[in-house]
């Protein structure tokens, strides 16, 4: 039954290639030449008797056996890697994408709670504001997009923008004297903009503030806030923990507007340790940190 399948790392390759779309793709990914790689799927094509691939100028795709190929190659690959690592004693590595500011201020202060559930598993974190292809980087098994909607994700949190500062800020902003404000302004252009002049427009039309300053990363803007240099607009999510400990403060906490989402993508089919920690993601976005 398995005599066909002497060579076990072209399955690999394949995979890899099929996956990415790319011999050089997968020949980066596996640390090979692209050279290596072809030879390796050439090899294999030549023991199956079938294409694997439609070679064009600059681009390969999958012929239908390929797809067939590439699918059962995928899972048996991941069901040989959950035994390894099982068999194995280590813990299994569970690698998170999502953004900085998430993953320092609600992501990371919790996850001592999933170590006391899971102690099997080892949790790593990813922080960019990039967004990661699961299908294509299975480096990454569970991602947390921000933005108004994601396909094929599943809501995890709704956000809502305030203003927040020190308690001395927000007696000095009650009393009227103009402070700065700081906003998130993102590098990546596909996140959808901080909505601070709608809540000028709508909240305080007529306030004449310290003017706007834009920092790049949410982190900044609240470490602005914090060092009590003006009032910092911001998710109520990513300020939970500071107005907890009283760091922060809500200015005027009636005038909120609606955000955006956090939204938990795990692929086509998560393992077993994918879904435990979506599963207790759920539960974490019920609970205060």
């Not at 239908?64 to 890697?81: K, M, N, P, V, Y």
């Not at 102690?119 to 933005?147: C, F, I, N, T, W």
Request: contains cysteine; charged residues 20%.
């Amino acid at each position: 039954m398995y005599s066909r399948l002497s060579n076990l790392n072209s399955i690999r390759v394949f995979e890899a290639a099929a996956r990415l779309g790319s011999f050089k793709g997968a020949a980066k990914e596996l640390h090979l030449t692209p050279t290596a790689v072809s030879h390796q799927i050439r090899n294999l094509e030549s023991q199956l008797g079938a294409a694997l691939f439609e070679r064009r100028t600059r681009a390969v795709f999958l012929t239908a056996a390929g797809r067939e190929l590439a699918d059962a190659a995928r899972l048996s690959l991941q069901t040989l890697a959950e035994a390894v690592e099982k068999i194995s004693g280590q813990p299994e590595v569970l690698t998170i994408s999502t953004t900085n500011a998430f993953a320092s201020l609600w992501l990371v202060p919790r996850l001592q709670a999933f170590y006391q559930h899971y102690p099997e598993l080892k949790v790593v974190v990813q922080s960019d504001e990039q967004l990661v292809d699961l299908q294509r980087d299975r480096r990454v098994d569970v991602a947390l997009r921000y933005g108004s909607t994601v396909e094929g994700a599943g809501l995890l949190l709704s956000e809502e923008f305030g203003l927040f500062g020190t308690s001395d800020n927000i007696a000095r902003a009650e009393s009227g004297e103009a402070l700065p404000l700081f906003e998130t302004q993102w590098k990546n252009p596909e996140l959808p903009a901080v909505p601070v002049q709608a809540w000028l427009r709508r909240f305080a039309p007529k306030w004449k503030h310290g003017g706007i300053q834009g920092y790049d990363q949410e982190l900044h803007v609240i470490q602005a806030a914090l060092a009590g240099q003006g009032l910092a607009f911001v998710s109520n999510l990513l300020v939970e923990s500071a107005v907890q400990h009283g760091w922060l403060q809500p200015y005027r906490a009636e005038c909120r507007l609606p955000g955006f989402g956090y939204y938990v993508l795990c692929g086509e089919q998560p393992r077993t340790k994918v879904q435990q920690f979506c599963a207790w993601l759920k539960d974490q976005a019920l609970s205060p940190v």
